[in-house]
């Protein structure tokens, strides 16, 4: 062991500078209160300070900063959706992605890998041609290859998947990255905290006070904070919040599941999909290979993980790359994924003054981090809904205005 990290264990003093403070009580009052110290509570906070002079916030968790959905994703970037809607969203994201660790100051090794959707029936390549081209009209760079291509940039492919359900072609979009995913809580947390916002972790959040349909305050835990803006930015708890302004929403909750291998030689170098195997891989930089599947195929508030995901992925793996049945799986887990109807989000302004949401993140919502951040922290400083997120309301739920993402969102994450 290096001495100076000896030294620094050892050391009562915190030679080092903290990430952020840990402030000893809560105050009595805040310009506002964000429920929730995942990547898109901490997000908004930043850009609240950094953008709109905003620094009179508590952020509070229940839990540690990054210990919800942010610390458990596959950490999956990418902007090659179905609706303009969705496209224009996502692009918006990973341009804020690519420059987001000189920005934040922190090393979040983003890592531009290339990302593959496999089809493996004619139906499912007309999706891709259908997204190829709303993607290619807004922009983005994504475009529908042929088996031949997609061998040539993942050579150990098996394309005839066993004979089972042989690929026939893919979308294929070069900016799909991978990015780690606690370094980016991390790094809007310390860049908050600069800016004079408080984190507060271990504070519940019980209630939260509405009068004359104007929040008017908090109760955690830990006391009572006055305030008259409430974001709740906490993903699969959201059905526990919104029920205490008696708010109704049409998310519920399914569990997500993942797993890490052991590390093996860097061979993979994009992302690969498929919707049709329930399946998505790629190789972290340290070696292992991050997997993961489609949901739960039922409703649970539960973050356990069951020997049957692990059964069922490894199966589909094998079809695309045999030579994996040796491997040895690391670890596995889940989240709570807090789904809507449509696949899409549900952001912004709700029908009660003061209370803000930034939810429905279900499967895909990690790589709406820096996004969510800068347009929700718009929405709370004007009290107007950012133009990007204006489809997002929960209103659409009212006024059939759905934004149908399934079909680039289900399994591709
Ligand atoms: C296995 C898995 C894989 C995924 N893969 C991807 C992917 O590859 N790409 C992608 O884009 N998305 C992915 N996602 C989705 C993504 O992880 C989430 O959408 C995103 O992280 C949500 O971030 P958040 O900050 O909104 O919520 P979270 O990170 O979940 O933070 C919410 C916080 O709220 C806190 N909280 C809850 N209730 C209270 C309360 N009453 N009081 C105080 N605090 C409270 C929780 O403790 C938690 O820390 C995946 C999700 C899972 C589970």
């Given at each position: 062991?290096?001495?100076?990290l000896l030294q620094f264990g050892l050391s009562r003093k915190y030679s080092e500078p903290r990430m952020f403070r840990t402030p000893p009580r809560l105050k009595d009052k805040y310009e506002a209160v964000i429920?929730?110290?995942?990547?898109?509570?901490?997000?908004?906070?930043?850009?609240?300070?950094?953008?709109?002079?905003?620094?009179?916030?508590?952020?509070?968790?229940?839990?540690?900063?990054?210990?919800?959905?942010?610390?458990?994703?596959?950490?999956?970037?990418?902007?090659?959706?179905?609706?303009?809607?969705?496209?224009?969203?996502?692009?918006?994201?990973?341009?804020?992605?690519s420059d987001l660790s000189h920005d934040l100051d922190i090393n979040l090794f983003y890592s531009e890998r290339g990302h593959f959707t496999l089809a493996h029936t004619d139906a499912s390549l007309r999706t891709?041609?259908?997204?190829?081209?709303?993607?290619?009209?807004?922009?983005?760079?994504?475009?529908?290859?042929?088996?031949?291509?997609?061998?040539?940039?993942?050579?150990?492919?098996?394309i005839s998947c066993g004979g089972h359900l042989p690929i026939v072609g893919a979308l294929y979009h070069p900016p799909g990255a991978i990015v780690r995913h606690d370094a980016v809580a991390w790094g809007y947390?310390?860049?908050?905290?600069?800016?004079?916002?408080?984190?507060?972790?271990?504070?519940?959040?019980?209630?939260?006070?509405?009068?004359?349909?104007?929040?008017?305050?908090?109760?955690?835990?830990?006391?009572?904070?006055?305030?008259?803006?409430?974001?709740?930015?906490?993903?699969?708890?959201?059905?526990?919040?919104?029920?205490?302004?008696?708010?109704?929403?049409?998310?519920?909750?399914?569990?997500?599941?993942?797993?890490?291998?052991?590390?093996?030689?860097?061979?993979?170098?994009?992302?690969?999909?498929?919707?049709?195997?329930?399946?998505?891989?790629?190789?972290?930089?340290?070696?292992?290979?991050?997997?993961?599947?489609?949901?739960?195929?039922?409703?649970?508030?539960?973050?356990?993980?069951?020997?049957?995901?692990?059964?069922?992925?490894?199966?589909?793996?094998?079809?695309?790359?045999?030579?994996?049945?040796?491997?040895?799986?690391?670890?596995?887990?889940?989240?709570?994924?807090?789904?809507?109807?449509?696949?899409?989000?549900?952001?912004?302004?709700?029908?009660?003054?003061?209370?803000?949401?930034?939810?429905?993140?279900?499967?895909?919502?990690?790589?709406?981090?820096?996004?969510?951040?800068?347009?929700?922290?718009?929405?709370?400083?004007?009290?107007?809904?950012?133009?990007?997120?204006?489809?997002?309301?929960?209103?659409?739920?009212?006024?059939?205005?759905?934004?149908?993402?399934?079909?680039?969102?289900?399994?591709?994450?």
């Amino acid at each position: 062991m290096p001495l100076k990290l000896l030294q620094f264990g050892l050391s009562r003093k915190y030679s080092e500078p903290r990430m952020f403070r840990t402030p000893p009580r809560l105050k009595d009052k805040y310009e506002a209160v964000i429920i929730g110290a995942g990547g898109h509570g901490l997000g908004v906070a930043y850009y609240l300070a950094r953008d709109y002079g905003l620094t009179d916030i508590a952020v509070v968790d229940k839990g540690y900063i990054g210990g919800g959905n942010t610390g458990r994703n596959t950490a999956i970037v990418r902007s090659n959706y179905l609706t303009e809607e969705g496209v224009k969203f996502y692009a918006e994201s990973v341009r804020l992605f690519s420059d987001l660790s000189h920005d934040l100051d922190i090393n979040l090794f983003y890592s531009e890998r290339g990302h593959f959707t496999l089809a493996h029936t004619d139906a499912s390549l007309r999706t891709m041609r259908w997204r190829a081209e709303v993607n290619k009209h807004l922009g983005v760079n994504s475009y529908v290859i042929l088996p031949e291509e997609i061998k040539k940039i993942c050579p150990y492919i098996d394309i005839s998947c066993g004979g089972h359900l042989p690929i026939v072609g893919a979308l294929y979009h070069p900016p799909g990255a991978i990015v780690r995913h606690d370094a980016v809580a991390w790094g809007y947390g310390k860049q908050a905290d600069r800016r004079g916002v408080e984190i507060h972790q271990n504070t519940c959040v019980t209630g939260i006070d509405v009068k004359d349909n104007q929040v008017v305050g908090v109760q955690t835990d830990r006391g009572y904070i006055k305030t008259n803006r409430v974001l709740s930015a906490v993903a699969g708890y959201t059905p526990r919040i919104t029920k205490l302004v008696g708010l109704r929403t049409p998310i519920t909750v399914q569990p997500l599941q993942a797993c890490v291998t052991e590390p093996l030689k860097p061979w993979l170098n994009s992302i690969v999909v498929s919707a049709s195997l329930h399946l998505y891989v790629s190789q972290s930089s340290r070696g292992e290979l991050v997997m993961g599947a489609s949901l739960d195929p039922y409703e649970l508030h539960s973050e356990r993980s069951t020997l049957d995901f692990i059964e069922g992925l490894a199966d589909h793996l094998l079809q695309l790359f045999p030579f994996l049945s040796n491997i040895k799986v690391n670890r596995q887990w889940s989240g709570m994924s807090d789904m809507t109807p449509d696949f899409s989000p549900i952001m912004g302004t709700t029908p009660i003054r003061g209370f803000y949401i930034d939810s429905g993140w279900g499967t895909w919502g990690f790589k709406a981090t820096p996004v969510c951040g800068t347009t929700m922290a718009y929405t709370m400083a004007t009290n107007e809904n950012h133009e990007l997120i204006k489809p997002f309301n929960l209103s659409r739920f009212e006024n059939f205005a759905q934004v149908g993402e399934k079909g680039a969102a289900s399994v591709g994450h």
